[in-house]
């Protein structure tokens, strides 16, 4: 028989990655949705695969959601993507995003311990958590947590609620301490897509001007449909256990900002920017970069799109979608 996989966040940016990759091994694949007046299913038209998932209404706001979906599909492995997960926005709405990203995690690993116990779960964990903690120059599974923001910190919460359920109640439950990762349909607001989306613009002729805060942080980015798998394998491991994703290499918000308008074939890229103090952080992440040396040994995972590739691909996706609007 076919493994049942639900995947909360379905509609999001790792989502659809996630259940194509879980689909191409024949899982039976069950997205959980929130409830929408007017949904958009956009990312998972993007990977070709709207009408290969099986939706079921839940949110992580929503203790008894989340007990019926559990108690309906009977899954053999839950990956637990859903979050409020754009880091900006949780200083304004700090409330909400514990309780999405934190307390709804709860809510989940309860769901699982009483009605599908041999369920094998996955937390959607961050490298945000690290924060400032960077003593090395890179962040590994023994790294410090230092969180910076309301965002990090409700991961972290959930991030020891999921390792607390393994040693508390035998769960197999495994976090996935992810670094940052994009792909042509990532949200519109983190740096990346905002960057070649706008680049894309300019090009065009739509826009003059690219309002950005901090081109100082660093970030360590890699392609979203290569960090898929690694959430897939922690899964497969005899042994629960979590891991540090990345690629070890990390880049500068403006290194990413000069790379876009390379490939859009734009020269005097300054002259397009603008600092915003809008989009400044209250407090900063100044440096992630992975030590993935974990992942790479034990799963066997390592990441294919290089960082260049990974800029070219959304600077042409944007400029192929923005052609559309002229
Ligand atoms: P994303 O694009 O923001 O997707 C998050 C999904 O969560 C969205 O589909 C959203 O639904 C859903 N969601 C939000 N609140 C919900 C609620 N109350 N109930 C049910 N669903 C809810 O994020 P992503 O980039 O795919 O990331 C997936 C996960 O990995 C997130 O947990 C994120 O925090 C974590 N993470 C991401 C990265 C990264 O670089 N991408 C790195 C480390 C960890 P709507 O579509 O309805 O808004
Ligand atoms: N969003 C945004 N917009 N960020 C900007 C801007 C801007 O105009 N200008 C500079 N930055 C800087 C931010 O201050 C931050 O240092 C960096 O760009 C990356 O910002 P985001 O792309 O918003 O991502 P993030 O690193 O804060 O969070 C993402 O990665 C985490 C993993 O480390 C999200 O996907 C989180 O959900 C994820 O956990």
Do not use: C
């Amino acid at each position: 028989m076919a493994k049942r996989a639900i995947i909360t966040g379905i509609l999001g940016q790792d989502g659809p990655y996630l259940a194509k990759y879980l689909l191409a091994k024949n899982y039976k694949v069950y997205g959980m949705v929130r409830r929408y007046s007017n949904p958009t299913f956009d990312n998972l038209d993007y990977v070709g695969i709207t009408n290969k998932i099986e939706y079921i209404e839940g949110d992580m706001g929503d203790e008894s959601s989340l007990m019926n979906v559990i108690r309906v599909v009977r899954p053999d492995e839950v990956y637990n993507l859903a979050a409020q997960s754009f880091v900006g926005d949780s200083w304004q709405m700090a409330k909400l995003t514990t309780e999405v990203n934190a307390i709804g995690v709860l809510y989940l690993l309860n769901a699982i311990k009483y009605i599908s116990p041999t369920a094998k779960f996955y937390q959607a964990s961050t490298s945000e958590m690290f924060g400032l903690g960077n003593t090395k120059g890179y962040q590994d599974e023994n790294t410090n947590f230092h969180p910076r923001s309301p965002y990090g910190i409700a991961k972290v919460y959930a991030h020891m609620m999921t390792i607390n359920f393994r040693e508390s109640y035998g769960l197999y439950t495994s976090n996935g301490i992810l670094f940052n990762h994009e792909s042509p349909i990532r949200g519109i607001q983190f740096v990346t897509r905002k960057i070649t989306d706008g680049v894309a613009r300019i090009k065009l002729g739509l826009k003059d001007k690219l309002h950005l805060g901090n081109l100082d942080a660093k970030r360590d980015w890699g392609f979203a449909g290569d960090y898929v798998e690694a959430m897939y394998m922690m899964l497969q491991q005899k042994k629960t256990d979590d891991f540090v994703v990345g690629t070890g290499i990390n880049h500068s918000v403006k290194e990413f900002v000069q790379l876009s308008f390379k490939y859009a074939g734009i020269e005097d890229w300054e002259k397009y920017i603008v600092i915003d103090p809008r989009f400044k952080r209250p407090a900063e992440v100044h440096e992630l970069k992975a030590k993935p040396d974990k992942a790479f040994k034990q799963l066997g995972w390592k990441p294919k799109v290089s960082f260049e590739e990974l800029v070219k691909m959304m600077v042409e996706a944007d400029l192929k979608r923005v052609k559309k609007l002229l």
